[in-house]
T-cell receptor, first 114, second 113 residues
Framework: KAGVTQTPRYLIKTRGQQVTLSCSPISGHRSVSWYQQTPGQGLQFLFEYFSETQRNKGNFPGRFSGRQFSNSRSEMNVSTLELGDSALYLC?????????????FGSGTRLTVV | AQSVSQHNHHVILSEAASLELGCNYSYGGTVNLFWYVQYPGQHLQLLLKYFSGDPLVKGIKGFEAEFIKSKFSFNLRKPSVQWSDTAEYFCADRGSTLGRLYFGRGTQLTVWP
């Protein structure tokens, strides 16, 4: 079966711009969560969506937002980009978010802010 | 706050050596523990997970982990590592929050041929 698909794979943006990243979960998975991975901070949780509702949110500023569509695909948006937003953004999908079947990660979107 | 600690930042081994990576978690409720591996340039892959039952859980690629409730530990082991095991290893706990994993900082494993 198809895995978790993240697009685009790479992005270069300028400070102050905004960016939208996309994540298509495994078919039948209704939970999508997002993480930011940096060498300094490791893997940090951004938010999680289940059935189009944000169920949990991490400690990130309001510039980071997301949404989930009825087909479970999710997008995250970062507005007013800062240099510190340069990171690998990962999404993970699971059936319910309980973790019983594990969480499957996509390959990530590498965002570079210049 | 819930947290996961990985004791070793960087481990260097020769091929055929035995491996043990330490992991401690803080959440004392329902157990949902995971080990993930990230090969260079690749995505996170699930090595194994533990929710209940036999505290010695076997995963893919010859890895296993032991859950010790009294120590809040979930250490990863492999009897004999290979050069291809060079990667970063992450321990994670779902804790009390649905859809969220609490990750350790990761351990970079380098295996010399």
């Amino acid at each position: 079966k198809a895995g978790v698909t993240q697009t685009p794979r790479y992005l270069i943006k300028t400070r102050g711009q905004q960016v939208t990243l996309s994540c298509s979960p495994i078919s039948g998975h209704r939970s999508v969560s997002w993480y930011q991975q940096t060498p300094g901070q490791g893997l940090q949780f951004l938010f999680e969506y289940f059935s189009e509702t944000q169920r949990n949110k991490g400690n990130f500023p309001g510039r980071f937002s997301g949404r989930q569509f009825s087909n479970s695909r999710s997008e995250m948006n970062v507005s007013t980009l800062e240099l510190g937003d340069s990171a690998l953004y990962l999404c993970a999908s699971s059936r319910t978010g309980q973790g019983d079947y594990g969480y499957t990660f996509g390959s990530g979107t590498r965002l570079t802010v210049v | 706050a819930q947290s996961v600690s990985q004791h070793n930042h960087h481990v260097i081994l020769s091929e055929a050596a035995s491996l043990e990576l330490g992991c401690n978690y803080s959440y004392g409720g329902t157990v949902n523990l995971f080990w993930y591996v990230q090969y260079p340039g690749q995505h996170l892959q699930l090595l194994l997970k533990y929710f209940s039952g036999d505290p010695l859980v076997k995963g893919i690629k010859g890895f296993e982990a032991e859950f010790i409730k009294s120590k809040f530990s979930f250490n990863l082991r492999k009897p004999s590592v290979q050069w291809s095991d060079t990667a970063e290893y992450f321990c994670a706990d779902r804790g009390s929050t649905l859809g969220r994993l609490y990750f350790g900082r990761g351990t970079q494993l380098t295996v010399w041929p």
